[in-house]
């Protein structure tokens, strides 16, 4: 019984994991960037851009031009999260400066 378990939560372990040792491909960075630069336009309209972001923008697209696709697919993850960062910030700031105003 207890090898049986053991057996499938082995499986089910291994067959979770599979997406995430796959190599990532040219759709993959595509569809990542757009995120990153959908957030980041988002984040400039806002008027809060991080130079953070325009970086790790540039290191996905030099990655994704040497073929290193996991490395790009990779960075812009990282924009994306950084750019919905400073979004949350630009947001959070609107209302949180009250709390700090002398009265």
Known sequence: MNKML???LAVLL???ATP???ASSEADFKAAYAAAE???KEAASLRNQWTVT???LAAAKKAADAGD???AVAQSKEAEALAKA???QATSEKTLWKDLEIR
């Open 14 to 16: 291994i067959a979770g």
């Open 69 to 71: 696709f996991d490395h």
């Open 20 to 22: 995430l040792l796959a």
């Open 38 to 40: 959908a957030a980041d």
């Open 6 to 8: 053991i057996s499938a």
């Open 86 to 88: 400073s979004i949350y």
């Open 54 to 56: 325009a970086a790790a």
